[in-house]
């Protein structure tokens, strides 16, 4: 069974420190995700990995970065939390297509940051 | 833009009835889809993945395909209570390398 762990189920952190969100997965995927969930809003794509220190953009970059030293783990950081922030976070993993796409992806059990 | 559409519900089925589950996408290219479940507060989970017109059949699940009509729909048949969750679509893209995902169709099935 593919397995994705995410470091913590639930974080509370205060305006302006920096977070660091962790995310391994076991299955040699090349692929690695990083979304946000909010209510209304679906998931949302904030960077994605296709490969070992390789990183772009998803669809709200702003406010943090990634990191990917090793394949297994991918990390979110969030250099100054802000309220606005406060979300759950899913992490996912993927196989990777020849050239581009994803087969399925995996997802983590999230964390769940709040932010005051 | 990449768009993948889901009626977000709730749709609401008495217990043993089937319940029809649909999506729309707007990348012709496409060539993948998924569907996921999730349950309130946690993470969603693969259920079904269906790559070629027509349908796929596990179990109580059955993915249905029209690459054609731009349609993907997820039918559950003898719905249990337990089937009560969040459904999300996704597809993958003719470029790039994350899946795209509707915002889900709640489901409600009633004892």
């Known amino acids: 069974d593919v397995k994705v762990t995410q470091s913590s189920r639930y974080l509370v952190k205060r305006t302006g420190e920096k977070v660091f969100l962790e995310c391994v997965q076991d299955m040699d995927h090349e692929n690695m995700f990083w979304y946000r969930q909010d209510p209304g809003l679906g998931l949302r794509l904030i960077y994605f990995s296709y490969d070992v220190k390789m990183k772009e953009k998803g669809d709200i970059p702003e406010g943090y970065s990634v990191s990917r030293e090793k394949k297994e783990r991918f990390s979110l950081i969030l250099e100054s939390a802000s309220t606005n922030q406060t979300s759950m976070y899913l992490c996912?993993?993927?196989?990777?297509?020849?050239?581009?796409?994803?087969?399925?992806?995996?997802f983590g059990p999230g964390t769940r940051l709040t932010v005051t | 833009q990449k768009e993948v559409e889901q009626n977000s519900g709730p749709l609401s089925v008495p217990e043993g009835a089937i319940a029809s589950l649909n999506c729309t996408y707007s990348d012709r290219g496409s060539q993948s889809f998924f569907w996921y479940r999730q349950y309130s507060g946690k993470s969603p989970e693969l259920i079904m993945f269906?790559?070629?017109?027509g349908d796929k059949e596990d179990g109580r699940f059955t993915a249905q395909l029209n690459k054609a009509s731009q349609y993907v729909s997820l039918l559950i048949r003898d719905s249990q209570p337990s089937d009560s969750a969040t459904y999300l679509c996704a597809v993958n893209p003719s470029s790039g390398y994350a899946l795209n995902f509707g915002k889900g169709t709640s489901l409600l099935v009633t004892p």
């Open positions: 996912a993993s993927s196989w990777g297509l020849a050239g581009a796409g994803s087969y399925e992806q995996y």
């Open positions: 269906i790559y070629s017109n």
